[in-house]
Nanobody, 126 residues
Framework: RVQVVESGGGSVQAGGSLKLSCQVS????????VGWFRQAPGKDREAVAA????????FYADFVKGRATISQELTKDPVILQMNMVKPEDTAMYYC???????????????????WGQGTQVTVSS
């Protein structure tokens, strides 16, 4: 059974930093994509960042480029999203996704192999 467990988040002031962690276990492939989506109240879900656990290639949404880093040391280690210079518009529920490709972050529907975490709230105050 696949498990996707997020940690981190919480409340942070604008201009500060936050770190989200996502631990995936039981995914039915040796390498896969792990990353984050977010959804603010009344808005559509949007892709944030992702990493391919094989060659560590990454995806970043334009709104986090230059102020976010997604990383993973070893294939079974947690995936870490470090966001700096956070803004009030970063306030959202952040969800971790494990999937068989990076396509979901580029706008495709997640694959049948997808597995979502429960989500963690990030609130940025001005």
């Amino acid at each position: 059974r696949v498990q996707v467990v997020e940690s981190g988040g919480g409340s942070v002031q604008a201009g500060g930093s936050l770190k989200l962690s996502c631990q995936v276990s039981g995914f039915p492939a040796s390498i896969y994509a792990v990353g984050w989506f977010r959804q603010a109240p009344g808005k559509d879900r949007e892709a944030v960042a992702a990493i391919w656990t094989g060659d560590k290639s990454t995806f970043y949404a334009d709104f986090v480029k230059g102020r976010a880093t997604i990383s993973q040391e070893l294939t079974k280690d947690p995936v870490i999203l470090q966001m700096n210079m956070v803004k009030p518009e970063d306030t959202a529920m952040y969800y971790c996704l494990a999937d068989s490709t990076l396509s979901a972050w580029y706008g495709a529907n997640p694959s049948p192999m997808k597995s979502w975490g429960q989500g963690t709230q990030v609130t940025v105050s001005s």
